[in-house]
């Protein structure tokens, strides 16, 4: 293989040494540890009445799409959930894309380009940071969770655009945007605010309708909304809502909508079973934050000097500093019975390697009982970092 297999052999020894190392671990069907590890928030991903949503479109319409939305990969399953969606967060319109990933890359790409200016969060989620880099945008990092940043960062541009992109949720500690102010914010300035919820959606706001509608800002003209509906509605795909002409923009210039295959129906079907569902019974969101504070307990009691925050969202995280550490712990808690999530670099910044485990609005007494008993175990001996 030449230079390539050495660099890779390097490369890899580089990553094990510093304990960054990945690994497949394919789970069974019959997966009989308690999972705090998956984003199924509201425990829809196996709700039978999901599943038969997905299994009745799957017959109906196929396993694929069968092309790009733009030719023949528009059902009219895809548009009755992009009318859901908009309807349930308060949108104008909804544009449905293959993953949440795509759908970040479809929006940011498609607003900015040359000639404008993307601010983006220092803790930006990667699609948003990959999208920035994509867009040929002079890109702008800062902490976009404090409204002075981005006041002052917007009051120095120059270009007669500029897009401000930020996280309602953060992925990894569950930190929710002062949105209100950066809303204000960009008005005074001209900007307009993009916010991926996929952390939100289903998690926060009333009846689980995301942090647009909790800061009031539903339906704005200015404001962007994404989302993943692989996560609280326990299916696949991403989507963009936003104002009509947005979304009309984004069909006729968003290079991940237009080039690629259209979700498949099964995942369409399943998403607007389950969104129905969350519309239906919204104590499963009361359910979620109820348990996501059982397992915060659990962590505090279990180890009192690891710092343990009140969860805001669906995720506890738990920071362990070394990722050699944190790995391990996750290894622990799996040999008991608990499946944790483990976050390092470059998910994380250096020395902040962590479990994050995140609630479930199905997890039962005995679930929560059993997490108890194994963060004793696992973290018990841990000594915090100084």
Known sequence: ???????????????????????????????????????????????PRVVDAGVDALRAWGAGSTGSRLVTGSTRLHGELEEALADFTGSAAALVFSSGYTANLGAVTALSGRGALVVSDVAAHASLVDAARLSRARVEVARCTDPAVVDQVLAAREEPRALVVVDGVDSVDG??????????????????????????????????????????????????????????????????????AVVEHLVDTARPFIFDTGLAPAAAGAALAALEIVRGEPDRVAALHAAAASVAASARAA?????????????????????????????????????????????????????????RADLTADDLALVDQVLHKVLGPIVAPA
């Open 175 to 244: 930190g929710i945007a002062p949105l209100a102010e950066l809303h204000a914010v960009c008005r005074a300035r001209d900007a307009v605010l993009l916010v991926d919820d996929a952390h939100g959606l289903g998690v926060r706001g009333p009846g689980g309708r995301g942090t647009l509608t909790e800061a009031g800002l539903a339906g704005a003209a200015d404001v962007v909304l994404t989302a993943t509906l692989s996560k609280s509605l326990g299916s696949q795909g991403g989507v963009v809502l936003a104002a009509r």
């Open 1 to 47: 293989m030449g230079w390539l297999g050495a660099w890779l052999e390097q490369t890899a020894a580089s990553r094990a040494e510093a304990g960054l190392r990945r690994t497949l671990r394919p789970r069974d069907v019959a997966d009989p540890v308690v999972d705090l590890a998956s984003n199924d928030y509201l425990g829809l991903a196996r709700d």
């Open 303 to 359: 180890a009192p000097g690891l710092d343990v925050p009140a969860p805001t969202a669906a995720m506890v995280p738990v920071v362990l500093g070394d990722p050699a550490v944190a790995l391990g712990a996750a290894a622990s808690c799996a040999e008991h019975g608990l499946r944790a999530g483990c976050f390092r670099p470059p998910s994380v910044p250096p020395g902040t390697s962590r479990l994050r485990l995140t609630a």
